[in-house]
């Protein structure tokens, strides 16, 4: 049986973004996930998937830590010897397709493209000198919209043939499709707690809404992150104790929480196919998000969703008073769920399977 390395970040990655994936490739496939330990990896472990651990931390830019990674890549590649190694975010794609064995096929699956790729900066040129040396060995690139392939294929990176797909697939059956219009209208942010996310934007739209409809709810669910882009948790506490926000915390049951909400707002600076988006079409819920790549690929605007200026605090409270104040909630509801069904991973999943046994 043929070998294949999910290469990944974390476990929460893997858990929660391509589960659906890893589980049909066992049918056909030895399925290996790499990644870093996380509250996600004993989970992964009970749908008897094979999980190996690797102990650095892969937004570090410390040398020493990086040397590390790459040798536990060695070490890993050299014991497991894969047919193929599908390769998330910018460490996997750059150490886990330059140590891949010789024979062995890459693809790299190109779910976002990062903030690196925004400030073009020093690190950013270096960044990308090593994505056009090692885009000689990779054999296929999957992305998640067009602007992220238009991207590298500007930045002179993509030398290989390619493929966008609509998402990586969502469960459709996990989500309960309802909205009750007769309680009061519920905002949520879905996500990682960076700056990237614009969960401060988020917070001060939530601050100015507030005043003017105090019966509104603005909610939080998401996790802190390890990184220098992270909000402090005492930031989002004098939120939630001046009565703007309910935090959440880090919610599993995000199907469950998504019954009681109307709609799922995301500020993001850029995605590559957000995920919060996709499960709240999915909830039949509205959608608010900025005019960024990922974002704009999910709303149709004045559709399923409204699309508001990316960075702009005035404008997200505008499309949410326009929701608010909307007669039609109903249509625009049903309009989301009506979208969804291009996000099921029931499509998606057959194709890249189908992808896979085309390259090995």
């Given at each position: 049986?043929?070998?294949i ?68 890549y ?5 014991s ?16 886990g ?5 010789k024979?062995?096929k890459?693809i ?28 000689k ?9 067009e602007?992220?392939?238009?991207l590298?294929?500007?930045?002179e ?11 990586e697939?969502?469960?459709?059956e ?27 934007l ?14 509104v ?16 948790k ?11 926000v ?8 995000i199907?469950?929480i ?6 799922v ?6 995605e ?5 988006l ?10 608010i ?7 704009k ?21 505008l ?17 989301a769920l ?11 999943i057959?194709e ?9």
């Open positions: 049986m043929k070998k390395i999910i290469n990944c970040n974390d476990c929460f990655s893997a858990y929660n973004f391509r589960l659906g994936l890893i589980k049909e490739l066992k049918n056909y496939y030895e399925v290996f996930v790499v990644a870093k330990f996380d509250k996600y990896t004993p989970l992964l472990q009970q749908e008897n998937i094979k999980v190996i651990t690797i102990n650095t931390d892969a937004t570090s830019l410390r040398l020493r830590e990086n040397f590390q990674h790459i040798r536990e060695h070490r890993i590649f050299k497991i010897n894969p047919d193929l190694i599908i390769n998330y975010t910018i460490k996997p794609h750059l150490y397709t330059l140590f891949a064995p024979r062995c890459v790299n699956f190109v779910s976002g493209v990062g903030s690196v790729f925004e400030k073009r900066n020093f690190f950013f040129k270096i960044i990308r000198c090593f994505y056009r040396f090692t885009s060995k990779v054999d296929h690139y999957i992305f998640l919209n602007d992220d392939y238009m590298f294929s500007e930045l990176i993509l030398r290989q043939p390619h493929t966008i797909l609509p998402g697939g969502i469960d459709m996990k989500f309960i499709p309802e909205v009750n219009l007769n309680k009061p209208i519920t905002f949520i942010f879905i996500g990682r707690l960076i700056e990237e996310k614009g969960i401060r988020y917070l001060e739209a939530a601050k100015i809404f507030k005043r003017r409809f105090p019966e709810n603005f909610w939080v669910a998401g996790d802190f992150y390890r990184k220098k882009t992270s909000i402090k005492s930031e989002l506490i004098s939120y939630e104790t001046s009565g703007i309910k935090y959440l915390g880090y919610r599993f049951d199907n469950v998504l019954r009681d909400v109307h709609v707002v995301l500020p993001s600076y850029r590559g196919m957000p995920f919060s996709m499960e709240g079409l999915a909830s039949k819920k509205f959608l998000a900025s005019d960024v790549p990922g974002c690929d999910v709303v149709v605007d004045g559709y399923n969703g409204f699309l508001f200026r990316s960075g702009s605090t005035y404008d997200l409270v499309k949410m008073e326009k929701y608010l104040k909307n007669d039609n909630k109903e249509e625009l509801h049903n309009n009506t979208s969804a069904s291009k996000y099921d991973q029931k499509k998606i057959p890249i399977i189908g992808l896979i046994q085309e390259i090995i």
